[in-house]
Nanobody
Framework: EVQLQASGGGLVQAGGSLRLSCAAS????????VGWFRQAPGKEREAVSC????????YYGDSVKGRFTISSDAAWNTVYLQMNSLKPEDTAVYHC??????????????????WGQGTLVTVSS
């Protein structure tokens, strides 16, 4: 069973960049789909981006398309979320999550079984 550790959050000015990392332990992310989800205060959790280890296919939420990039290292030990051109509305707690590829039907949080703790991203205006 895979465990996930998210890191890389922090405080950044609008227009800046951050890179989040989601490290696997107990297993690699090979044969998993991995996603990033975020939740801002008073709002529902939102799918940010997902990646499939089987075919490398990616998904991006409309609000982050063209600004965020999801990737992994070659061994699928760590999945990254590069966030550029950050906006104050990107402020949220970001969680990474994983699901076995056979159970992956899309970048929806209810499909994901394994969750890491969140990392806070704060974007100041």
């Amino acid at each position: 069973e895979v465990q996930l550790q998210a890191s890389g959050g922090g405080l950044v000015q609008a227009g800046g960049s951050l890179r989040l990392s989601c490290a696997a332990s107990g297993s690699t992310f090979d044969d998993y789909a991995v996603g990033w989800f975020r939740q801002a205060p008073g709002k529902e959790r939102e799918a940010v981006s997902c990646i499939s280890s089987t075919n490398g296919g990616t998904y991006y939420g409309d609000s982050v398309k063209g600004r965020f990039t999801i990737s992994s290292d070659a061994a699928w030990n760590t999945v990254y979320l590069q966030m550029n051109s950050l906006k104050p509305e990107d402020t949220a707690v970001y969680h990474c999550a994983a699901v076995v590829e056979g159970d992956y039907n899309g970048c929806d949080d209810y499909d994901f079984d394994y969750w890491g703790q969140g990392t806070l991203v704060t974007v100041s205006s």
